[in-house]
């Protein structure tokens, strides 16, 4: 089982849609959660990072389920220009490398 | 912020020629640095990562090295480049104190031919 899954998509949405994207990780001792956007052709770039709490970031919301080991992403109001792929890390405590899933990848259409 | 620099952008190598990437980074000190290598269309996989000068894990068992000469520098190299090395190479700078949380250099698309 890998340790960090995401489903590859693509996610095909129209423009004002909103989208949900989930990230399970199998190690339980896993202590930080954060969402990239990758662009096509561009290096990963931190969306927000995901707290116990949940966070809110405008248009994004990202909430942790630790007991059922997940992670989501929300996204409201879709724009063309969230067309990316979106990356799940996860680290585990202690751990200096962060795991990356191999990400979701959203096509907003007008 | 942190910002992290890579060179060259774009690099076309034959097979069986050396490698030079360098990374450097400002806007901290002492932060651990990663090598990354996307295939197309794949995820990220992680090469070296270095939590200080000198200090160097490998992750893969393959035909690069990673050194890092100074705090905020970390080059990967080759001796002899196989087509299996193409790929688009990330350099990233990570918080100790925020594990997980990382910026990435613009990187290097590599192709070898």
């Known amino acids: 089982r890998k340790e960090v899954e995401q489903d590859p998509g693509p996610f095909n949405v129209p423009e004002g849609a909103t989208v949900a994207f989930n990230c399970t990780y199998s190690n339980s001792a896993s202590q930080s959660f954060f969402w990239y956007r990758q662009d096509c052709r561009k290096e990963p770039k931190l969306l927000m990072s995901v707290y116990s709490s949940g966070n809110e970031d405008g248009r994004f919301t990202a909430q942790l389920n630790r007991a059922s080991q997940y992670i989501s992403l929300l996204i409201r109001d879709s724009k063309l220009s969230d067309s990316a792929t979106y990356l799940c890390v996860v680290t585990t405590g202690g751990s200096y490398i962060p795991t990356f899933g191999r990400g979701t990848s959203l096509i907003v259409h007008p | 912020s942190q910002t992290i620099h890579q060179w060259p952008a774009t690099l076309v190598q034959p097979v069986g020629s050396p490698l030079s990437l360098e990374c450097t980074v400002e806007g901290t000190s002492n932060p651990n640095l990663y090598w990354y290598r996307q295939a197309a269309g794949r995820g990220l996989q992680l090469l070296f990562y270095?939590?200080?000068?000198?200090?160097i894990s490998s992750e893969v068992p393959q035909n690069l090295s990673a050194s890092r000469p100074q705090d905020r520098q970390f080059i990967l190299s080759s001796k002899k480049l196989l087509l299996s090395d193409s790929g688009f190479y990330l350099c990233a700078s990570g918080k100790a104190r925020v594990r997980g949380e990382q910026f990435f250099g613009p990187g290097t698309r590599l192709t070898v031919l």
């Open positions: 270095s939590v200080g000068i000198g200090q």
